[in-house]
């Protein structure tokens, strides 16, 4: 499947560079990056609509200044650019997440490999990092995870690796569930199921100790009254994929669902929220 990649140039830049993407990925984009000023966004040909684009444009107001360009970005040639430009990411002496291509390296506790490919999550966006931190340091064992909007399913993977029981990853792009069938392969990590869809192929009556949801402030929103009623009394729910001034609005609808705000840490301008249910 091809993909699209479309390039803003936003100005006033700040706040809408950061508050674009949230409204982006409810018409289906998947990936965002900054580079050169620029604000890079990635969508699947067939989710792609420029009338869709062009009448979320024309929502903002009237001092935002908003121009695009796109360009098409074939698979194969996007595996390539990844083979050229991906980058070892190392936290510490605790994890190492290369490709395939990397030389292995013994010397660290983890060591993932992921096909660095178009599904989200090979531990380079902030957000990644933070939820990959919080595993690192959080008692797993035995424990039931989550993993919503699973990308690849990095994070599922970290979690079964530091001895989480049965685990459940999801997603809603066919992309991803075949990117992560492929990385829990490669990993040597049985004991993830990997389902495609949304929030709605996780029935209610199911149960998990610990949820990760690492999508967006809107999607997480939307689902945070379904996330309650997955966890059990003291059950956790690891929340990123926003940033740090939506906190408090997230903040607000978690705690009428039972969900306290535990902890929080933060990398750049993104956040991610541990938050407890009562």
Known sequence: MNWIEVAFTIQPSEPWSDLLPQ??????????????????????????????????ISQLPNHVQVNYTTKTIADQNWNAEWEKNFDPIRIGKKLLVRAPFHQA????????????????????HATTALIAERLL???????RVLDM???????????????????????????????????????????IEVRLGDID??????????????????IILR????????????????TSGFYKSDVPVVDETAKKLGLIHVDMTSKDKWAHVLYKKE
């Not at 390296?105 to 380079?124: R, W, Y």
């Not at 945070?224 to 729910?237: M, T």
């Open 105 to 124: 390296d013994n010397s660290v506790d983890m060591e993932l490999v992921i096909e660095p490919k178009m599904a989200f999550g090979t531990g380079h």
């Open 223 to 238: 689902h945070l009254d379904h996330y309650a009623k997955l966890l059990p009394k003291g059950g956790v729910l690891l």
């Open 149 to 191: 909007g699973c990308g690849t399913s990095i994070l599922a993977i970290i979690a079964k690796k530091r001895g989480a029981g049965d685990i459940l990853a999801v997603d809603i792009d066919e992309w991803s569930v075949r990117s992560s069938e492929e990385n829990i392969a490669i990993n040597n990590t049985p004991g």
């Open 23 to 56: 409204d982006l990925a409810d018409l289906g984009y998947e990936s965002f990056s900054e580079e050169n000023d620029k604000l890079l966004a990635y969508v699947t040909e067939d989710k792609y609509s420029e009338t869709d684009l062009d009448a979320l």
């Open 137 to 143: 340091d959080m008692d797993l064992t035995d424990k």
């Open 201 to 218: 192929v996780v029935p209610a009556d199911e149960k998990f100790d610990i949820i990760i949801a690492n999508i967006n402030r809107n």
